[in-house]
């Protein structure tokens, strides 16, 4: 089982950048497939971003392509996301997720989340 704690949420006006991060523990994080996902109040999880641990391919949902970018730093077991040029809808909780696989994501470890608001 990876432990994984998230770290960098806050509240910024709309157009700021923000990195968020993810500390793993435990051997396998580096075997990992990573990704983020998040909540709006009165909504459901969505899919953010992910990325293949060997082929490091990354993944986007369409909200966020061209202004959210995916990394990992293996000897650090920590993934990020840099959040740029923020919108008010990006306000949600945003969880690391760490899967054996790409498409069983929501079957791996989750963290406990960090809030990220963007006001306009």
């Known amino acids: 089982q990876v432990q994984l704690a998230e770290s960098g949420g806050g509240v910024v006006q709309a157009g700021a950048s923000l990195r968020l991060s993810c500390a793993g523990s435990g051997r396998t994080f580096r075997n990992a497939d990573m990704a983020w996902f998040r909540q709006a109040p009165g909504k459901g999880r969505e899919f953010v971003a992910a990325?293949?641990?060997?082929?490091?391919?990354?993944y986007y949902a369409d909200s966020v392509k061209g202004r959210f970018t995916i990394s990992r730093d293996n000897a650090k077991n920590t993934v990020y996301l840099q959040m740029n040029s923020l919108k008010p809808e990006d306000t949600a909780i945003y969880y690391c997720?760490?899967?054996?696989?790409?498409?069983?994501?929501?079957?791996?470890?989750w963290g406990q989340g960090t809030q990220v608001t963007v006001f306009s």
């Open positions: 997720v760490a899967a054996r696989s790409i498409v069983s994501l929501y079957e791996g470890s």
């Open positions: 990325m293949a641990w060997y082929s490091e391919t990354t």
